[in-house]
């Protein structure tokens, strides 16, 4: 997270405002979404000087850029920006001014890729730490809410969690074709989808490389969130670069490549998929975002995805530290045996909890269902359900953490216990949230 940008006169909130715009169901939907052969369709179209004064408003600026078959990807200052054909996902840190951003990006899309209405949209954050430092809205999340509420009248706020402890604040609205700024009522919420674990089902679908074929619940929009609070001393050092930066030559984004590579955020998903982009700030804290190009063809046909991302954020001063994980390619439920394939969700957790050694945790599994209100694994365990398994799986174990984690070195054989469990159905979406504490 970028110190150098904020009030050094206290603690820094590493806690994220996340928000995504969607404004169409996918980039098939889009009016020109047959009439470019290089993939640059709808939002992809704006120029970088318009995203930039967008972001002033923000309080955020760019650092450096990435771009995929499907989508573009902006490490800021303040956090990530991620940008696909169809929609947006605009997810800051500190004390930034996130929500204040959302009047321009919708100018923006209407001027620039001829999109005048929103499909969905979604905002949400983790309770502060220190909500008394926020600025505008951010201050109070029935402020956020009223303010959403003027652009989207028919949007719905929930906190999911406990209100005097960690809990998970969401805002969403329904699809919608009206005109800018506005939404149709939600959709009426079905039962919760049903996910089939991956290489138990056979049919046509999505190729990852080295895993059985994915069937079509990869279509699925799916979001994965491990947000994690007070790190270790081990996990907190290797993020201190106050001496490290000034003595090599190599620049923030060199430092922060070789740091990943060291300490494991490299080999989170297979080499031969990721497009890492890395920043060490000064004098401490890390960001980093990655495409994941989980299909061959990513980017040759707009109705099918193949390219992901995942992004990471560490604050590691003492007294306020925080890192989060995010990444939205579907994980498959059941391991693979093979070592170039992508991680099952219960094998992620515990490579990026081994590395940030968090004593609390919260995960959130947030899953469109749309599409799968039928679809059911043998035992008719449900896709939020198979999620809280893979959850507890991966942190309770009398082996601990490291006995997983394909480390040797015995530096982290953490053990955690469950404090909070729900799973959430909304119009159209479901959520799995839990947290986590160490043992003592």
């Known amino acids: 997270m970028d110190i150098d940008t904020q009030d050094q006169s206290g603690p820094f909130e590493g806690a994220e405002k996340l928000l995504e715009v969607w404004f169409a169901p996918s980039p098939a939907h889009l009016p020109d979404a047959s009439s470019s052969a290089d993939g640059k369709i709808g939002l992809r179209k704006v120029p970088r000087e318009a995203w930039e004064e967008m972001l002033d408003i923000v309080k955020c600026k760019i650092l450096s850029a990435v771009e995929g078959a499907e989508m573009d990807a902006y490490l800021l200052s303040e956090s990530s920006f991620f940008v696909s054909p169809h929609r947006l996902i605009l997810k800051t840190c500190g004390t930034t001014l996130n929500l204040l951003g959302l009047p321009r990006i919708l100018e923006i899309a209407r001027a ?24 505008g809205p951010h201050r109070h999340w029935r402020a956020e809410v009223e303010y959403l509420d003027h652009i989207f009248p028919n949007g719905a706020a929930y906190t999911v969690g406990k209100v005097n402890g960690d809990h998970w604040l969401l805002y969403i609205t329904g699809p919608g074709e009206d005109l800018l700024g506005t939404t149709a009522p939600n959709s009426p919420t079905p039962r919760l989808a049903m996910l089939p674990p991956v290489g138990e089902i056979e049919g046509p679908g999505f190729e990852i490389p080295g895993t059985p074929d994915l069937p079509d619940y990869a279509k699925q929009d799916y979001t994965i969130e491990i947000l994690m609070s007070n790190l270790s001393p081990t996990a907190r050092a290797r993020f201190d670069h106050a001496s490290s930066l000034d003595a090599v030559d190599a620049g923030p984004s060199q430092h922060a490549l070789e740091l990943s590579s060291s300490i494991g955020i490299s080999d989170l998903f297979p080499a031969h998929i990721t497009t890492l982009d890395a920043y060490s700030f000064t004098p401490c804290g890390y960001s980093s975002n990655a495409l994941l190009k989980w299909r061959d063809d990513a980017g040759t046909d707009p109705s099918r995805s193949g390219e992901g991302y995942y992004t990471i954020h560490v604050t590691p001063e003492e007294g306020w530290s925080y890192a989060s994980f995010e990444c939205n390619v579907p994980l498959p439920t059941i391991p693979s045996t093979e070592a170039t394939s992508i991680p099952d969700l219960k094998t992620l957790i515990r490579r990026v909890v081994n590395i940030f050694q968090p004593g609390r945790l919260t995960l959130t599994l947030f899953i469109s269902s749309e599409d799968n209100a039928n679809a059911e694994e043998e035992g008719g365990e449900s896709a939020v359900e198979a999620a ?18 394909g480390q040797t070195d015995g530096s982290f054989s953490g053990r955690y216990k469950r404090t909070d469990k729900i799973n959430y159905e909304f119009g159209g979406y479901d959520l799995a949230f839990a947290t986590f504490e160490l043992r003592a």
Request: charged share 20%; net charge positive; glycine share 4%.
């Open 112 to 135: 620039h890729a001829a999109l005048p209405s929103v499909y969905r949209c979604f905002y949400s954050r983790k309770a502060f730490m220190f909500p008394e430092r926020q600025h």
């Open 388 to 405: 809280q398994r893979a959850f507890k799986t991966a942190l309770i174990s009398h082996k601990g953490i490291n006995g997983y984690s």
